[in-house]
């Protein structure tokens, strides 16, 4: 069984400064965990992956996240805000055993003030 | 194409009307899947298939809820008599070969929403 809490619906934030969108997660097998972000009215784009590798995952647009498997978690972070940041994120959760099938946390909202 | 494509972007039905959605993944991708995302809700697992076959159906919420896909190409969602609780956005992804694995991304259209009046 798999799981993916987001900790908060909502985040906000001002333009420059940092983002940190929290995710744990709970997987009886190795987890895979990955991030999404969904821009209005369109599809969802991979910001990056963890796959047992390095546990520090840099991604695209400045953002990234690390795997803590003591603390079960893979938060999402970026040093300095900007308006364009401004979106639905999802973390996402795979086991190595089971089905595969991908699950996604309940999103957290991006919001960043001029 | 380039990416997965979804048709229609929007439909507006009644009440009890048949809907259907459709999905064209990346060409070559042999994993489709299906979700479901309600206004302010996270995804919702419904299908996935592998080639022309769907292996894990678990999520589709009722009868009224079909799929197939044909020629490990396109997908058709279907929903019968359709309720306002069937309101969302569904959404189509791929994958290809790589992509099975637990460690592979998924590619995603930008989905059909569905309004049911």
């Known amino acids: 069984a798999q799981s993916v809490t987001q900790l908060d619906s909502h985040v906000s934030v001002s333009e420059g400064t940092p983002v940190l969108l929290r995710c744990n997660y709970s997987?009886?097998?190795?987890?895979?965990l990955f991030w999404y972000v969904q821009h209005p009215n369109k599809g969802l784009q991979l910001l990056l992956k963890?796959?047992?590798?390095?546990?520090l995952v840099k991604g695209i647009n400045g953002f990234e996240a690390e795997f803590k498997k003591s603390e079960t978690s893979f938060h999402l972070t970026k040093p300095s805000a900007h308006m364009s940041d401004a979106a639905e994120y999802f973390c996402?959760?795979?086991?190595?055993?089971?089905?595969?099938?991908?699950?996604f946390g309940r999103g957290t909202s991006l919001i960043v003030h001029p | 194409g380039a990416g997965v494509s979804q048709s229609p972007s929007n439909k507006v039905t009644e009440k009890g009307k048949d809907v259907e959605l459709r999905c064209d993944p990346i060409?070559?991708?042999?994993?489709l899947y299906w979700y479901r995302q309600r206004l302010g809700q996270g995804l919702e697992f419904l299908i996935y298939?592998?080639?022309?076959?769907?292996?894990?159906k678990s999520g589709l919420p009722s009868d009224r809820f079909s799929a197939e896909r044909t020629g490990e190409s396109v997908s058709t969602l279907t929903i019968q008599r359709t309720q306002q609780e069937d309101s969302a956005v569904y959404l189509c992804?791929?994958?290809?070969?790589?992509?099975?694995?637990?460690?592979?991304?998924?590619?995603f259209g930008e989905g059909s929403r569905l309004t049911v009046l």
């Open positions: 992804a791929s994958s290809n070969q790589a992509g099975l694995g637990p460690t592979g991304e998924l590619f």
């Open positions: 997987s009886s097998y190795s987890p895979s």
């Open positions: 963890y796959t047992s590798a390095a546990t």
């Open positions: 996402v959760v795979r086991s190595s055993g089971g089905s595969y099938i991908p699950t």
């Open positions: 060409s070559g991708h042999t994993a």
């Open positions: 298939f592998q080639g022309n076959s769907a292996p894990d």
